[in-house]
Every structure is written in C-alpha cells, then in structure tokens.
C-alpha cells in the first residue's frame, strides 16, 4: 500500500496525460500573438518608410525648382514668367513621349527657358511622385524677391499621410 501511494504522488505517467500538450499549445499561442505584433510593426514601418522618401523626393524637387529659378534670377528678379498655380501645366501622367526638350539645346531666351523650367519640373512632378501638384508663387519686399515654391500630395489610402511641403527662396 506505501509503494502505491509513493508511486502516485512522485506522478505516475497515468496522472500527468495531457500537461504537455496544454504547454505547447499556451507556447503556441503567446508566439502566434508575438509575430502578429511583429507583422504590425514591420507593416507600420513599410508605411512611415514610404511617406519619408515622399517627403524627401518633394524636396528634392522644389529644391530643384528653386535653383532654376536662381539660375534665371535677371528674368526671375524683374518678371513673372515663374509663377505657376497648382493647376497649370500639369502633366496626366508620365509619358516618354510627353517630355519637354524645348531648350535643351540651349538656343532659348530667358522668357523660354522659364516656360521649359516650369514644363520640365511638372514633368517631373508627374513622373516621381504621382498624383502631386506645384506652384511656384513669389512676394515682393523692397529690393529683393521671395519665392513660394509649394507642392501638395493627395490622400494616398491608409499610407501615413504626407503634408504639403513648401519651399522658400530669396533673390
């Protein structure tokens, strides 16, 4: 009789069926809520990832802008040939064949080449960030020239959302 109850209270293989089996399913199930916390994370980052080399293409661009705009800057100080709305010259989509060339090779005057200024950024507009719009505006303040250069971004799904970026440069 003591060898029997010693047996069963050291656990018998016939007291312990199924403890293993409860353990790998709780094992389970705390990794299966790990790696979907890791799937949403990596998923948030793949977003914020996206909405920064946005970010980063639109400034690269209206930087650009602005350095033709300073390349030009005797006709860009006096004129109003680099003032562009958010509508204007836009491009649909981004097509080889729509690509402004005018004056490439170098044969235009100053008032042309800011008309191929304004073609050749919204081109590039159309062609690196999709569905964008820019502007290029300017203010008057004694002797120098601020321009306004802005470019807006539509609502691109669940993606994190990209404000509008404006850029600002005096002659």
């Given at each position: 009789m003591q060898l029997v109850q010693?047996?069963?209270?050291?656990?018998?293989?016939?007291?312990?069926r199924g403890v293993g089996l409860i353990e790998?399913?709780?094992?389970?199930?705390i990794i299966a809520i790990g790696i979907l916390g890791m799937a949403g994370v990596h998923s948030r980052s793949l977003q914020y990832n996206q909405s920064s080399y946005v970010q980063s293409q639109a400034a690269f661009l209206a930087t650009d802008m602005l350095d033709r705009i300073q390349a030009n800057s005797a006709l860009a100080k006096t004129g109003s040939n680099y003032q562009v709305g958010l509508d204007d010259s836009?491009?649909?989509?981004?097509?080889?064949?729509d690509y402004p060339n005018a004056c490439e090779t170098g044969n235009c005057t100053p008032s042309e080449l800011a008309g191929y200024d304004i073609l050749q950024w919204k081109f590039q507009l159309a062609c690196q960030i999709p569905g964008s719009q820019g502007a290029v505006s300017?203010?008057?303040s004694g002797d120098a020239?601020?321009?306004?250069?802005r470019l807006?971004?539509?609502?691109?799904?669940?993606?994190?959302?990209?404000?509008d970026i404006v850029l600002r440069g005096v002659l």
């Amino acid at each position: 009789m003591q060898l029997v109850q010693q047996e069963a209270s050291q656990g018998s293989p016939y007291n312990c069926r199924g403890v293993g089996l409860i353990e790998v399913l709780v094992s389970l199930l705390i990794i299966a809520i790990g790696i979907l916390g890791m799937a949403g994370v990596h998923s948030r980052s793949l977003q914020y990832n996206q909405s920064s080399y946005v970010q980063s293409q639109a400034a690269f661009l209206a930087t650009d802008m602005l350095d033709r705009i300073q390349a030009n800057s005797a006709l860009a100080k006096t004129g109003s040939n680099y003032q562009v709305g958010l509508d204007d010259s836009e491009f649909s989509q981004c097509v080889q064949s729509d690509y402004p060339n005018a004056c490439e090779t170098g044969n235009c005057t100053p008032s042309e080449l800011a008309g191929y200024d304004i073609l050749q950024w919204k081109f590039q507009l159309a062609c690196q960030i999709p569905g964008s719009q820019g502007a290029v505006s300017f203010q008057d303040s004694g002797d120098a020239r601020t321009f306004i250069i802005r470019l807006s971004f539509p609502e691109l799904g669940d993606r994190v959302p990209v404000s509008d970026i404006v850029l600002r440069g005096v002659l």
